[in-house]
């Protein structure tokens, strides 16, 4: 179980985003009991600081699971946890993992659709090599990525990590516009990079779109960019990474961010546990109680309404396979770069059924 040592936000060895939103975590290393490694210090679900715990499987998350305030209690409402489900894992002597990683089932960061990513089987998902980067994708979005003038290189690509399973490096490693690599040394250099979607700038690069600063008046804007957090001490400290949202993403005025609904957590009703993950620690293990009303305006996924009882004689039909489920539209058969030849069916780099 591991949790940030930074500032907390919004709390009294803090301060929440001022006026001109300069602050929104303390800044500090992920440190798990074992010594330190790759972790967000940012709750994977608000974009704040403060008190996280982080996941300890392949995802590299972190969340917010103590009500620190109100906005805290959100996060975990959006887990799906009550205060006494969080309590018990925060108070668990074992290793965190969510859902995600429970039940390898992550999302396209490119998409946004969730797919398996257990590599053991028909993984749809495939995570980038780079040691701190816990972003999945489908073979063919992060083709289409990284090739986006070129179909032919797509399509070998795509085949080369879906098929030949080979690793690769996401987009979020090089800058959008000059495709350079990162130089935390160089303050020009430093790597601007999204927290919703796989888009990256240097600093030098960084579009005037996307401001450090509130604009207020009627061509105003949100700030969009943040560099420094503020310590326990209240001294403004620099971030080796700047934290942005890009234009592709509104801004929702009273939280300062964009929308909460960008993560999604597969249906555990409906998926079974792999082997290797049993006997982790994880929210599911707390026993079941009802689950905490739905905040009033954070959206969330609904759960799956159960069908109404039919007054007609239960159907003698089999379930459907998973190919006949919803598959995503980003890698069908039909859609996909790579000839259908070349693929088992369902054939990797498909979304599959969506739990959701």
């Not at 590599?119 to 489908?138: K, M, N, P, R």
């Not at 009703?269 to 049993?278: A, D, F, S």
Request: charged share 30%; proline share 9%.
């Amino acid at each position: 179980m591991s949790r940030t040592g930074g500032a907390r936000v919004g709390d009294e060895q803090g301060t929440s985003l001022d006026e001109q939103g300069r602050s929104r975590t303390g800044g500090e290393e992920v440190v798990r009991r074992d010594g330190p490694r790759p972790g967000d210090d940012l709750c994977a679900i608000c974009d704040d600081g403060g008190d996280v715990i982080c996941c300890d499987g392949v995802c590299q998350r972190s969340f917010h699971l103590a009500d620190g305030n109100s906005e805290r209690s959100r996060c975990r409402e959006i887990l799906r946890l009550s205060a006494e489900q969080a309590k018990m894992i925060l108070a668990a002597d074992k290793d965190f993992i969510c859902k995600n990683c429970k039940y390898q089932e992550h999302q396209c960061f490119a998409c946004g659709k969730l797919g398996s990513s257990d590599l053991s089987s028909e993984a749809e998902v495939f995570q980038c090599e780079v040691d701190d980067c816990g972003h999945f994708y489908h073979p063919k979005c992060v083709a289409k990525l990284l090739y986006p003038d070129s179909e032919d290189k797509a399509t070998l690509f795509e085949v080369q990590v879906a098929v030949a399973r080979e690793k690769f490096t996401c987009p979020m490693h090089e800058c959008i516009v000059c495709k350079g690599g990162e130089n935390k040394n160089d303050r020009n250099m430093q790597f601007a990079v999204c927290r919703r979607c796989p888009t990256t700038y240097h600093r030098m690069c960084l579009p005037s779109n996307i401001p450090f600063e509130t604009k207020e008046g009627p061509n105003g804007s949100m700030q969009r960019a943040w560099d420094t957090f503020e310590g326990p001490d209240g001294r403004f400290i620099h971030r080796d990474r700047i934290l942005i949202y890009c234009v592709k993403h509104p801004i929702v005025k009273k939280l300062k961010t964009p929308k909460w609904d960008h993560i999604i957590f597969p249906d555990v009703k409906k998926i079974r546990v792999p082997k290797m993950i049993v006997g982790t620690h994880n929210e599911d293990d707390i026993p079941e109680e009802e689950d905490p009303p739905e905040p009033d305006d954070i959206p969330e996924e609904e759960e799956p309404l159960e069908p109404e009882p039919s007054q007609s004689p239960p159907s003698e039909s089999p379930p459907p396979d998973a190919s006949d489920q919803i598959q995503c539209s980003c890698s069908s058969p039909i859609d996909s770069f790579a000839p259908a030849s070349l693929f088992m069916h369902p054939h990797p780099g498909t979304c599959g059924w969506l739990g959701d």
